[in-house]
Protein backbone atom coordinates (compact mmCIF):
# COMPACT_ATOMS: atom_id res chain seq x y z
CA UNK A 1 0.00 0.00 0.00
CA UNK A 2 0.79 3.40 -0.69
CA UNK A 3 -0.21 5.24 2.43
CA UNK A 4 -0.59 9.13 2.49
CA UNK A 5 -2.61 12.25 3.92
CA UNK A 6 -4.29 15.50 1.87
CA UNK A 7 -5.71 18.47 2.42
CA UNK A 8 -5.06 21.73 3.75
CA UNK A 9 -2.21 22.20 6.65
CA UNK A 10 -2.96 21.10 9.73
CA UNK A 11 -6.25 19.61 8.42
CA UNK A 12 -5.18 16.33 6.47
CA UNK A 13 -7.02 13.31 6.07
CA UNK A 14 -5.73 9.83 5.26
CA UNK A 15 -5.86 8.32 2.35
CA UNK A 16 -4.48 5.95 0.28
CA UNK A 17 -3.00 5.91 -4.06
CA UNK A 18 -4.86 3.64 -5.87
CA UNK A 19 -3.47 1.43 -8.75
CA UNK A 20 -4.60 3.97 -11.09
CA UNK A 21 -2.76 7.17 -9.05
CA UNK A 22 -5.94 8.87 -7.27
CA UNK A 23 -6.50 8.87 -4.10
CA UNK A 24 -8.98 7.20 -1.65
CA UNK A 25 -10.25 8.24 1.64
CA UNK A 26 -9.70 6.12 4.68
CA UNK A 27 -11.53 8.72 7.03
CA UNK A 28 -14.44 5.62 7.74
CA UNK A 29 -11.54 3.06 8.79
CA UNK A 30 -8.38 5.30 10.34
CA UNK A 31 -8.49 8.86 12.19
CA UNK A 32 -4.99 9.43 10.50
CA UNK A 33 -1.73 7.94 9.55
CA UNK A 34 -0.49 7.93 12.91
CA UNK A 35 0.36 6.12 15.67
CA UNK A 36 -1.89 3.12 16.79
CA UNK A 37 -3.06 2.97 12.23
CA UNK A 38 0.44 1.72 11.88
CA UNK A 39 0.16 -1.37 14.13
CA UNK A 40 0.84 -4.38 12.39
CA UNK A 41 -3.11 -5.32 13.36
CA UNK A 42 -4.25 -2.28 11.37
CA UNK A 43 -1.80 -2.25 8.42
CA UNK A 44 -3.30 -5.57 7.74
CA UNK A 45 -6.90 -4.90 8.10
CA UNK A 46 -6.08 -1.84 5.68
CA UNK A 47 -4.29 -4.26 3.07
CA UNK A 48 -7.81 -5.95 3.04
CA UNK A 49 -10.14 -3.44 1.80
CA UNK A 50 -11.80 -2.85 -1.25
CA UNK A 51 -9.91 -0.45 -2.58
CA UNK A 52 -12.42 1.07 -5.51
CA UNK A 53 -15.28 0.85 -3.09
CA UNK A 54 -13.23 3.30 -1.01
CA UNK A 55 -14.65 7.35 -1.79
CA UNK A 56 -12.79 8.98 -4.28
CA UNK A 57 -10.83 12.33 -2.93
CA UNK A 58 -11.14 14.78 -6.07
CA UNK A 59 -7.95 16.26 -7.86
CA UNK A 60 -4.18 15.01 -8.77
CA UNK A 61 -2.15 14.32 -5.90
CA UNK A 62 0.81 16.41 -6.03
CA UNK A 63 -1.01 18.97 -8.86
CA UNK A 64 -4.03 20.14 -7.71
CA UNK A 65 -4.41 17.99 -4.77
CA UNK A 66 -1.76 18.77 -1.65
CA UNK A 67 -0.63 16.18 0.03
CA UNK A 68 1.12 16.64 3.66
CA UNK A 69 3.61 14.99 5.28
CA UNK A 70 2.65 11.61 5.04
CA UNK A 71 3.25 10.38 8.83
CA UNK A 72 0.70 12.63 10.88
CA UNK A 73 1.70 13.34 14.45
CA UNK A 74 5.13 12.20 14.56
CA UNK A 75 6.61 11.59 18.09
CA UNK A 76 10.48 11.31 17.55
CA UNK A 77 12.29 12.14 14.24
CA UNK A 78 15.75 10.55 14.37
CA UNK A 79 18.33 10.80 11.62
CA UNK A 80 21.45 9.39 11.35
CA UNK A 81 24.83 11.28 10.27
CA UNK A 82 27.73 10.14 7.81
CA UNK A 83 25.82 6.59 7.09
CA UNK A 84 26.64 6.70 3.63
CA UNK A 85 30.58 5.47 2.78
CA UNK A 86 30.53 7.72 -0.67
CA UNK A 87 29.15 10.78 1.40
CA UNK A 88 31.62 10.69 4.07
CA UNK A 89 33.77 10.37 1.41
CA UNK A 90 32.97 13.42 -0.02
CA UNK A 91 32.96 15.19 3.10
CA UNK A 92 36.56 13.91 4.15
CA UNK A 93 34.96 12.08 7.55
CA UNK A 94 35.51 8.93 8.40
CA UNK A 95 32.83 6.16 8.50
CA UNK A 96 31.53 6.63 12.09
CA UNK A 97 32.54 3.01 14.41
CA UNK A 98 28.99 3.32 15.96
CA UNK A 99 25.74 5.50 13.79
CA UNK A 100 26.32 9.26 14.31
CA UNK A 101 22.50 9.85 16.02
CA UNK A 102 20.80 13.48 16.28
CA UNK A 103 17.21 15.11 15.83
CA UNK A 104 14.93 17.00 13.73
CA UNK A 105 12.47 18.74 16.22
CA UNK A 106 8.70 18.01 14.99
CA UNK A 107 8.29 21.29 13.96
CA UNK A 108 10.49 20.72 11.00
CA UNK A 109 8.25 18.49 9.02
CA UNK A 110 5.88 20.06 6.40
CA UNK A 111 4.27 17.93 3.33
CA UNK A 112 6.63 16.59 0.21
CA UNK A 113 5.74 19.72 -2.39
CA UNK A 114 5.46 22.69 0.44
CA UNK A 115 8.02 25.58 0.20
CA UNK A 116 11.45 25.41 2.42
CA UNK A 117 12.03 28.92 4.14
CA UNK A 118 15.64 29.94 4.29
CA UNK A 119 16.05 30.86 8.21
CA UNK A 120 17.24 33.83 8.71
CA UNK A 121 20.80 34.63 8.92
CA UNK A 122 21.53 31.75 7.13
CA UNK A 123 24.39 30.95 4.54
CA UNK A 124 24.94 27.30 4.15
CA UNK A 125 21.52 25.93 3.52
CA UNK A 126 21.44 22.24 1.74
CA UNK A 127 19.55 19.44 0.81
CA UNK A 128 20.21 15.48 1.69
CA UNK A 129 17.48 13.16 -0.20
CA UNK A 130 17.03 10.31 2.38
CA UNK A 131 15.19 7.08 2.97
CA UNK A 132 12.93 7.31 5.66
CA UNK A 133 12.09 4.29 7.77
CA UNK A 134 8.65 4.65 9.80
CA UNK A 135 8.68 2.43 12.79
CA UNK A 136 4.74 1.01 13.32
CA UNK A 137 5.35 -1.71 16.11
CA UNK A 138 7.07 0.21 19.15
CA UNK A 139 9.62 -1.03 21.28
CA UNK A 140 12.95 -1.13 23.58
CA UNK A 141 16.51 -3.28 23.29
CA UNK A 142 15.02 -4.41 19.50
CA UNK A 143 17.32 -7.14 18.08
CA UNK A 144 18.29 -7.37 14.47
CA UNK A 145 16.95 -10.27 13.67
CA UNK A 146 13.55 -8.63 14.88
CA UNK A 147 13.99 -5.17 13.48
CA UNK A 148 12.21 -5.34 10.64
CA UNK A 149 8.75 -6.85 12.02
CA UNK A 150 8.84 -3.25 14.16
CA UNK A 151 8.87 -1.13 10.66
CA UNK A 152 5.13 0.35 9.02
CA UNK A 153 6.83 1.29 5.90
CA UNK A 154 9.50 3.58 3.84
CA UNK A 155 9.30 7.65 2.87
CA UNK A 156 11.38 10.00 1.21
CA UNK A 157 13.06 12.73 3.66
CA UNK A 158 14.23 15.51 2.45
CA UNK A 159 17.23 15.98 5.29
CA UNK A 160 17.22 20.14 4.79
CA UNK A 161 20.33 21.27 6.68
CA UNK A 162 22.03 24.74 7.28
CA UNK A 163 25.91 23.85 7.54
CA UNK A 164 26.99 27.02 9.37
CA UNK A 165 24.13 26.18 12.06
CA UNK A 166 25.41 22.75 12.13
CA UNK A 167 28.94 22.54 12.55
CA UNK A 168 29.87 26.40 13.40
CA UNK A 169 27.59 27.14 16.46
CA UNK A 170 28.97 25.39 19.11
CA UNK A 171 27.03 21.83 20.06
CA UNK A 172 25.57 19.61 18.29
CA UNK A 173 24.06 19.30 14.86
CA UNK A 174 20.57 19.43 16.16
CA UNK A 175 20.57 23.75 15.10
CA UNK A 176 21.35 23.58 11.83
CA UNK A 177 18.49 20.09 11.21
CA UNK A 178 15.76 21.80 12.88
CA UNK A 179 14.80 24.54 11.70
CA UNK A 180 11.11 25.11 10.26
CA UNK A 181 10.23 23.74 7.10
CA UNK A 182 13.58 21.61 6.76
CA UNK A 183 11.55 18.10 7.02
CA UNK A 184 9.66 17.87 3.50
CA UNK A 185 8.36 14.42 4.57
CA UNK A 186 6.38 11.84 1.98
CA UNK A 187 4.94 11.91 -0.64
CA UNK A 188 3.43 8.49 0.61
CA UNK A 189 4.64 5.92 3.20
CA UNK A 190 5.14 2.90 1.70
CA UNK A 191 4.56 -0.81 2.62
CA UNK A 192 7.13 -3.03 2.91
CA UNK A 193 5.76 -5.46 0.57
CA UNK A 194 6.41 -2.83 -1.82
CA UNK A 195 9.93 -2.99 -2.71
CA UNK A 196 11.73 -5.75 -3.78
CA UNK A 197 15.07 -4.73 -2.17
CA UNK A 198 15.40 -1.54 0.10
CA UNK A 199 19.29 -2.50 0.29
CA UNK A 200 19.25 -0.70 -3.29
CA UNK A 201 17.29 1.80 -4.23
CA UNK A 202 18.13 4.78 -6.70
CA UNK A 203 18.16 7.42 -4.33
CA UNK A 204 18.35 11.23 -7.02
CA UNK A 205 17.95 15.29 -5.84
CA UNK A 206 17.94 17.99 -8.72
CA UNK A 207 18.62 22.16 -8.23
CA UNK A 208 16.92 23.50 -10.73
CA UNK A 209 16.74 20.62 -13.37
CA UNK A 210 20.60 20.15 -12.29
CA UNK A 211 21.28 16.87 -10.77
CA UNK A 212 23.51 16.87 -7.82
CA UNK A 213 22.80 13.74 -5.71
CA UNK A 214 22.82 10.35 -7.83
CA UNK A 215 23.52 7.19 -5.56
CA UNK A 216 21.74 3.96 -4.04
CA UNK A 217 20.85 2.73 -0.79
CA UNK A 218 23.72 0.08 -1.72
CA UNK A 219 26.19 2.56 -0.24
CA UNK A 220 24.79 2.70 3.03
CA UNK A 221 26.95 2.18 6.21
CA UNK A 222 24.72 0.45 8.93
CA UNK A 223 21.66 -0.95 7.31
CA UNK A 224 18.19 -0.99 8.52
CA UNK A 225 17.85 -3.49 11.08
CA UNK A 226 21.07 -2.42 12.45
CA UNK A 227 19.61 1.31 12.82
CA UNK A 228 16.66 0.15 13.90
CA UNK A 229 18.25 -2.02 17.02
CA UNK A 230 20.76 0.64 17.39
CA UNK A 231 18.54 3.40 18.15
CA UNK A 232 16.25 1.30 19.90
CA UNK A 233 18.97 0.40 22.92
CA UNK A 234 19.05 4.32 23.82
CA UNK A 235 15.05 5.04 23.58
CA UNK A 236 11.86 3.69 23.02
CA UNK A 237 10.56 3.36 19.49
CA UNK A 238 7.05 4.16 18.97
CA UNK A 239 4.30 3.73 16.42
CA UNK A 240 5.18 6.77 14.15
CA UNK A 241 8.55 7.52 14.71
CA UNK A 242 10.79 8.46 12.20
CA UNK A 243 14.45 7.38 11.75
CA UNK A 244 16.26 9.00 8.30
CA UNK A 245 18.89 6.74 7.45
CA UNK A 246 21.53 9.44 5.81
CA UNK A 247 22.17 10.67 2.57
CA UNK A 248 24.40 9.47 -0.90
CA UNK A 249 27.03 11.84 -2.37
CA UNK A 250 26.31 15.58 -3.74
CA UNK A 251 25.16 17.67 -1.38
CA UNK A 252 26.02 21.28 -1.54
CA UNK A 253 29.08 21.18 1.22
CA UNK A 254 30.83 19.05 -1.05
CA UNK A 255 30.86 20.86 -4.01
CA UNK A 256 33.61 22.55 -4.84
CA UNK A 257 33.46 25.27 -4.96
CA UNK A 258 30.35 24.66 -2.50
CA UNK A 259 26.77 25.16 -3.20
CA UNK A 260 24.30 26.45 -1.09
CA UNK A 261 20.63 27.44 -1.55
CA UNK A 262 19.73 31.23 -1.65
CA UNK A 263 15.95 31.26 -2.32
CA UNK A 264 14.16 30.69 -5.85
CA UNK A 265 15.38 27.85 -6.45
CA UNK A 266 13.35 24.52 -6.97
CA UNK A 267 14.31 21.53 -5.15
CA UNK A 268 13.02 17.79 -7.05
CA UNK A 269 14.13 14.46 -5.12
CA UNK A 270 13.07 11.02 -5.41
CA UNK A 271 13.74 7.29 -4.12
CA UNK A 272 12.75 4.35 -6.44
CA UNK A 273 9.39 2.85 -5.30
CA UNK A 274 8.53 6.07 -3.00
CA UNK A 275 8.07 9.10 -5.07
CA UNK A 276 9.02 12.48 -5.97
CA UNK A 277 9.24 15.42 -3.77
CA UNK A 278 9.30 19.07 -5.10
CA UNK A 279 9.48 22.18 -3.66
CA UNK A 280 10.58 26.33 -4.16
CA UNK A 281 12.97 27.50 -1.96
CA UNK A 282 12.01 30.46 -0.40
CA UNK A 283 14.98 33.28 0.70
CA UNK A 284 15.14 34.45 4.63
CA UNK A 285 13.68 37.68 3.78
CA UNK A 286 10.66 36.23 1.98
Known sequence: MKLLR??????????????????RDLSAHIPDIAGQAL????????????????????GVPQKDLRLGACVGAIGKFICIGLNYADHAAETGAAIPPEPVIFNKWTSAVIGPDDDIQIPRGSTHTDWEVEL????????????????LD?????????????????????GTWDKGKGCDTFGPTGPWLVTPDELDDIDNLHMWLEVDGKRYQDGSSATMVYKIPHLVSYCSQFMSLQPGDIISTGTPP??????????????GEVLRLGIAGL??????VRGASQ
Not at 39 to 58: E, F, G, K, Y
Not at 275 to 280: D, H, P, S
Open 275 to 280: GVQTQR
Open 6 to 23: YGPAGQEKPGLLDGHGRV
Open 150 to 170: HVAGYCVVNDVSEREFQLHRA
Open 39 to 58: LPDSLRHLATLDVDSLPLVA
Open 250 to 263: GVGMGQNPPVYLKG
Open 132 to 147: GVVIGKGGSYISQDQA
